[in-house]
């Protein structure tokens, strides 16, 4: 008889299901026999604009050394983050992906009988790295879609470790103030990490959101992730970063796998951070194309959630799953948000202005139906 391998792993893990990312382009036209190119993919919160053209030269300039480790310390890239965020190299720790940042969190602060604290609607990746090393996860109800920070302070207790926000939140794209933060990071208790995930901080111009970084020499309980995967565009490289004070940084370094960012994330993020131009276009382009999104829902009499990042989840008003099917049959890739506890929203990435409309067109005609 054959072993049971799910009962001989950890409680925690045999509870989880795989985390589903966006359908793959090539996947969707295997299943129905489409054109790669005719089909339009606005479910991942990629930048449509693809890569920019200086890290483009700088992945070309790294080829030649592929049989060589990255440094495992990300020397170069570490002093360009401490230089660009005001803080030391000791306070940032690379991670492949702003995930992995999430993950050596829980595994080197939470344990059974222990819990983290998180928002109802927020990103899946909190509950996930949580229940895979046996704390508990504290999921605390949202208002308005978004995280209602005195409702998550109140259920922060002796056994909590952690406390995830996101500002602005994926999936839902909600934000909070500086004054919010302000206040939140005042009143939790110095022994509980927060982590202050910024995946899309780069979407916001002037004082549309807070800085995390303006709050790291106050809160030494607190870490900034951060990734290049959005704005940055290199969603392909797997390149995150956490920014904390040194003493965090030093206990995720202790559980961080070496050489966890290859060589050609590490060129490519230097390069990204001195793209100003690329950035800008980016926001621009993500400005321009909510918009026409905002529009199109309004005409198609369709509500939405007021977001700061580079999606936007519209509400259907019925379930959005047989939606979302049609929307595949368009060669329209969106993204169901069901397992969040959203079950008539779909996300739909900002994409360039035709996809865009591509999308809202397929959209129409599917709600036109009935």
């Not at 222990?114 to 509950?127: R, T, W």
């Not at 302070?153 to 995830?164: G, K, Q, S, W, Y």
């Not at 899309?200 to 549309?208: H, K, N, R, S």
């Amino acid at each position: 008889m054959s072993c049971d391998f799910l009962r001989l792993a950890q409680p925690g893990v045999q509870k989880l299901s795989p985390y589903v990312p966006g359908k793959p382009v090539d996947e969707l036209a295997r299943e129905l026999g489409l054109e790669p190119a005719s089909i339009v993919k606005l479910a991942s919160n990629e930048n449509p604009l693809g890569p920019g053209e200086k890290a483009l030269a700088a992945i070309r300039a790294e080829l030649a050394e592929l049989t060589r480790y990255p440094d495992g310390n990300g020397f170069e890239l570490k002093s360009k983050l401490a230089e660009r965020c005001r803080v030391t190299a000791a306070q940032v720790t690379l991670g492949n992906g702003s995930n992995d940042i999430l993950e050596l969190v829980a595994r080197a602060y939470l344990a059974p009988g222990l819990n983290a604290v998180f928002s109802q609607h927020a990103f899946a990746v909190y509950p996930i790295v949580t229940q895979a090393v046996g704390a508990e996860g504290r999921s605390v109800a949202a208002k308005h879609w978004g995280h209602d920070l005195p409702a998550m302070l109140a259920a922060i207790d002796e056994n909590t470790r952690v406390v995830f926000i996101a500002n602005p939140n994926n999936p839902t794209g909600t934000w909070f103030g500086p004054a919010a933060l302000a206040d939140f990071l005042a009143k939790v208790p110095e022994r509980v990490l927060v982590v202050l995930d910024e995946a899309y901080i780069e979407y916001a111009e002037g004082d549309e959101l807070p800085d995390g970084l303006d709050y790291l020499a106050q809160y030494p309980n607190l870490l900034v992730s951060r990734t290049f995967s959005k704005a940055y565009g290199l969603a392909a490289l797997r390149v995150g970063y956490g920014l904390s004070s040194t003493e965090i940084a030093d206990v995720l370094n202790r559980v961080r796998q070496p050489f966890n960012v290859n060589s050609l994330a590490l060129s490519a993020a230097c390069a990204a951070l001195d793209d100003a131009d690329y950035l800008q276009r980016s926001r621009a382009l993500n400005d321009a194309g909510m918009k026409q999104l905002e529009q199109g829902f309004r005409a198609l009499d369709l509500q939405w959630i007021a977001s700061k990042a580079n999606f936007i989840a519209v509400d259907l008003g019925r379930d959005a799953a047989p939606v979302y099917q049609a929307l595949l049959r368009e060669g329209v890739i969106v993204r169901p948000v069901g397992a969040y506890g959203m079950p008539n929203h779909l996300r739909i990435s900002i994409g360039l202005a035709e996809e865009n409309a591509r999308c809202l067109d397929a959209l129409g005609r599917i709600l036109a139906r009935g």
